[in-house]
Every structure is written in C-alpha cells, then in structure tokens.
C-alpha cells in the first residue's frame, strides 16, 4: 500500500515557476515508477511527466518537454515537478501517482496509487 500526498501548488502569473512535491508513504515507493497527471476542468486527465523507479529514465508530455523537470529522492519517498515557464494553459489540478511497473507509463489506467491533487492556476 502506498499512500501519497502532493503538495506546492499555489497561483502564479504566467512565466513563473512552482515545485510540486508528492510525498509518500510504504516501503515499496522506490521500487516503482510515479507519474504527474494533470486535470482541468471539463477536460480529461493527462500524462504529464514521469520518472523509472531509479530515476534514470524520463518521459514528458510534449506541452510541458522542456519546461518542466520531474525527479525523485528515494531516501525521502518523495517525487518532484518542477515547473517553469508556466502557462495559463497549465492550470489544472495535479495529481501524483504510482504505477505497477518499473518503468515509466503513460496511461491513466497503468497507474495504482494516487493523491488527492494540488491545484495549479496561472494567471495571464
């Protein structure tokens, strides 16, 4: 059972930056890919960014490549989004999440754990 809880967002103008964080509890966090989602409203949830189990491989959605950066420190249990260049098109609810595999997903339905969100508003 792994249990997560984001944090860090906030309201920002447009070209600003915000860290996301996403805490979390259970042995097996390290053991498993997470994934940033995002939600806005009256739109689907989205693929945002994701890191391997080790941290060695990424993957980003191609709105957010280049602009946003996800890590993660396995001794903390905690994964990172740090977003810059912000958009308005970037507001959305952002949830962290936890897949069944090591590597990095990108399907809604591949992930098996999640927070309950942070929200996101860019301001223009």
């Known amino acids: 059972q792994v249990q997560l809880v984001e944090s860090g967002g906030g309201l920002v103008q447009a070209g600003g930056s915000l860290r996301l964080s996403c805490a979390a509890s259970g042995r097996t966090f390290g053991r498993y890919a997470t994934g940033w989602f995002r939600q806005a409203p009256g739109k689907e949830r989205e693929f945002v960014a994701g890191?391997?189990?080790?941290?060695?491989?990424?993957h980003y959605a191609a709105s957010v490549n280049e602009r946003f950066t996800i890590s993660r420190d396995n001794a903390k249990n905690t994964v990172y989004l740090q977003m810059n260049s912000l958009k308005p098109e970037d507001t959305a609810v952002y949830y962290c999440a936890v897949t069944y595999t090591t590597s990095v997903l990108v399907g809604v339905y591949d992930y098996r754990y999640w927070g309950r969100g942070t929200q996101v508003t860019v301001s223009s």
């Open positions: 890191i391997s189990w080790n941290g060695l491989n990424t």
